[in-house]
């Protein structure tokens, strides 16, 4: 079965609330880590509250086409 938006939305529905890590391609050889919660789902983008310690701003919003196009990746925190 072909991964679409609306799987990748309600699989990223069963996770709210839950701590990740956002790996985010930054340009040529350049990666970006940014631990966070998922806190919201909305219709065409999804939100990530990043932890203050770490970061200079406090969210940050991705579409799902970038999970799709592998422009990002996510990884979920074992609870």
Known sequence: MPITLNTIKADLDSHLGENLVVVAQAGRKKVTRRR???????????????????????RVSYSYTDLLTKNIELEFEEM
Do not use: I, P
């Not at 966070?36 to 203050?52: C, E, I, N, P, S």
């Open 36 to 58: 966070g919660t998922l806190t919201k789902t909305y219709r065409a983008v999804f939100v990530v509250d990043l932890d203050q310690d770490q970061n200079n701003f406090e």
